[in-house]
C-alpha cells in the first residue's frame, strides 16, 4: 500500500467532504435564488433577516451565555425606525444609510439600558425581565397612534436606496440582505475570537471566576447586549424596507422564541449553526405548506428528535467557521 492510500493519509480527504458539500450546497442555493419565482426569493429573503436576527441574539444567549426573550423589542425599534423616518407619517423621507445608523444606535442605546437594571440578574430571573421588556415595547406601540399608528401600524414607506440604487423588488432586497448579512457576520465572528469574545465566553462559563481573574463583567454583559441589539434593529430596518409595512403584529412574543429556537436547535454560539437552525425552522413549515393541519406537529416532533439525538444542536460548538475555512482550503 502506497504512502498515498493509507488511512492517515485518506483522512484529511475526508474531512474535507462535509466544508465541501456545505459550501456547494450554499453557493448553489445563492446562484439559483435570483432565477426563482417572487415567492420564493421573498421566503429566502426572510430566511436572511432571521439568520442575521440569530446572528444578533446569539451574541447574548450563544457567547455571553444571558438567556433574553425579549429580542424582538430591538427587531420593532428597528422597523418603527425606518417606519417612522423614511414615511408619510410624520412627512420625514431620510435616506436609508442614514437610517441604518440612526437605527443601529437606537438599538445599542436600547440595548444598554435594558442591561443596565439587569446585570445581577441570571438564569430564569433574567429571562423573565427581558420577557417583560420584549411586551413592554409592543404593549407601547400598540397603543401610541399618534406616533406608531397604533394596531393598524405604518404603511407607504420609502423604498430603499443606496447611492440611487433603488432595492424594492424582493431580488433587490434580497441582494442588499446578502452583504448585510454577509458583512455582520464576519464582524461578529471576528469579535468572537477578540479579547471581547474571550470575555463572554469566560462569563459564560463562570462569571464569579471570570470577574476574579480581571474581568470587567459589567461592560462586557453591555457589550453583549449592545451589540446584540444594534443588529436586531439593523434587521428591523431590513424587515421595514422589505416590506413597505410595519405594525405590531409583526413583533410579538412568538418571533422571539422563534429566534431562541433557531439557535438552540442549530448549535448555541455558532453562526453556521443559526444558519442550519433558521433553515430547518423557517423553510422547512412553507415546504410542508400543503399539509397545514400536520405541519406545526410534524415540526414539533422534529425539534424533539433532534434536541434528543443532538443536544448540543445541529452544528457543534467546535465546527465553527474557522475549521469550514480549514475544512476548503486545507489550512
Known amino acids: 500500500m502506497s504512502a498515498v492510500d493509507t488511512p492517515a493519509a485518506a483522512e484529511p480527504r475526508t474531512r474535507r467532504i462535509i466544508p465541501l458539500l456545505v459550501f456547494a450546497l ?14 420564493h426569493i421573498r421566503v ?29 423589542a430591538f427587531y420593532a425599534v428597528g422597523a418603527y425606525t425606518y417606519a417612522l ?17 440612526i437605527a443601529a444606535f437606537l438599538g445599542m442605546l436600547t440595548g444598554i439600558l435594558l442591561g443596565i437594571p439587569v446585570l445581577k440578574l441570571r438564569g ?8 417583560g421588556f420584549g411586551e413592554i415595547i409592543r404593549i407601547v406601540m400598540n397603543n401610541v397612534d399618534w406616533l406608531t399608528g397604533g394596531p393598524q401600524g405604518i404603511a407607504r414607506l420609502d423604498k430603499a436606496s443606496v447611492f440611487g440604487i433603488e432595492f424594492a423588488r424582493p431580488v433587490e432586497i434580497y441582494f442588499l440582505l446578502l452583504v448585510i448579512v ?9 469579535m468572537e475570537r477578540s479579547i471581547l469574545g474571550k470575555a463572554w465566553a469566560a ?3 463562570d462569571q464569579d471566576a471570570a470577574r476574579g481573574i480581571g ?13 446584540s441589539a444594534s443588529i436586531g434593529s439593523i434587521a428591523g430596518v431590513i424587515f421595514a424596507a422589505s416590506q413597505r409595512f410595519v405594525s405590531p403584529e409583526s413583533f410579538t412574543l412568538q418571533e422571539s422564541v422563534l429566534i431562541v429556537l433557531m439557535i438552540v436547535v442549530g448549535g448555541i454560539g455558532n453562526i453556521l449553526g443559526i444558519v442550519a437552525g433558521a433553515t430547518i425552522l423557517i423553510l422547512l413549515p412553507e ?43 486545507g489550512k
Open 26 to 39: 450554499a453557493v448553489a442555493l445563492l446562484v439559483a435564488t435570483p432565477f426563482l419565482p417572487n415567492y
Open 44 to 72: 429566502i429573503n426572510g430566511l436572511l433577516i432571521y439568520i442575521l436576527l440569530g446572528i444578533g441574539l446569539n451574541i447574548v444567549i450563544g457567547y455571553a451565555g444571558l438567556l433574553d426573550l425579549g429580542f424582538v
Open 85 to 101: 423616518l423614511a414615511s408619510p407619517q410624520f412627512d420625514l423621507h431620510l435616506p436609508f444609510l442614514l437610517i441604518l445608523l
Open 124 to 131: 430564569d430571573y433574567l429571562a423573565i425581565v427581558t420577557l
Open 182 to 190: 454577509f458583512t455582520v457576520a464576519v464582524l461578529v465572528w471576528r
Open 203 to 205: 462569563i459564560r462559563e
Open 215 to 227: 474581568i470587567n463583567t459589567t461592560n462586557a454583559k453591555l457589550a453583549a447586549f449592545a451589540t
Open 287 to 329: 415546504v410542508l405548506r400543503e399539509f397545514a393541519e400536520w405541519r406545526i406537529l410534524f415540526l414539533g416532533l422534529l425539534m424533539i428528535v433532534l434536541i434528543i439525538i443532538r443536544p448540543a444542536g445541529i452544528v457543534p460548538r467546535s465546527f465553527g467557521p474557522d475549521k469550514l475555512i480549514r475544512g476548503l482550503f
